[in-house]
């Protein structure tokens, strides 16, 4: 067995303690102080770090020029080293607004990713955003490719995905047909997130009466609050749901994450990255979903000037999220891991530090450089 001696980790309750982690294959055997290690045991002194849970990124398109909706098998497993490196332990590859055919066949890339056994982070399902949404909230998803769901939709994706894969879908609830729809994806086992939306509170209310349990990238491609209208982003800081923040300091401002904050506190914000494939690569041009991007100073637009996702890596967005609203680190750390997990039903699987689940953890030192990633009980991150 693997012991990861005398560091100091995060516990289910919030708090650093100190703690012997043992593990047995790719589950944590046990935390405990003291713990006595037989000969045959693999002791890492891990002395004056900390241990975390490993980051979930549920809202990911890509990074350092690989596209989830695009690349290969063998190229997405390439990217999940990428994430592993920066402290994500589980990610859902995120598709954007797209025909059948490519989002399909993107779904059937990213099951073929998840089962290559050669993975850094894993991958715990599939997000769609799209094509659902309104058009007039679009952000950079493609107009002509907008479209309203269909039950055999959810079907297909479902048949495609099979059992091991979690499945998330952004939707507008503003849609013809959506809160049935909504119902369906939930019956089959889907997560629904409610976003790229021009819906008022009331429509947002009711759907998440029908199961939707987040809301995506709050305040981004959505209605904004009005006094006399509070919209779907009103609607999200009154709900009792997730919402998501791309918490990079330019998406949102700091003192509207601030705000989120204060409405909704450390138990119901989901950190994510919405990153697009230039994250990690110096400033370029490129294709985003099939849009021309343009990426300056980090920042990514369209040529009429639309954020286009993000460059931000989830451990910068924990950092930002602490500087931004005084939140401390060890619930900051909580919004990118077991917040995540409970809204993808993945939490009694991974997302914290506990006997009996996934080994999925970070080392970091005391000014939370990372020195090493685990997932599931697999070392695939080191520089201990
Ligand atoms: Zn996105």
Redesign the pocket.
Known sequence: MIVLKSGKYLTPNGGFEDGDIVLHGSEIASVSKNFDARSDDEVIDIRDCLVIPGLIDI?T?GAIGYDVSINKPSEIVELSKFYAKNGVTSFMP?T?TDTDVNIHQSLKNIKAASESGELGASIVGVHT?GPYISPARR?CHQANLIRTPKPEDADKIKEILGTTLKWRI?VAPELPGMMEFIKYVIKKGGYVSLGHSDADAQTAYKAVAAGANSF??LFNAMKGIHHREPGIAGAALLCDSFAEIICDGIHVNPDIVKLIYKAKGAGQIILIT?SMPATGMKDCSLIFGGINVIVKDGTARTEDGTLA?STLLLKNAVENISKFTGMPFEDAVRTASINPAKAIGIDHVTGSIAPGKCADFVIMDSGHNILGTYCRGKKVYSVL
């Open positions: 809202h398109h995120t954007m955003e952000g952004t995506t990238h919405d996702g």
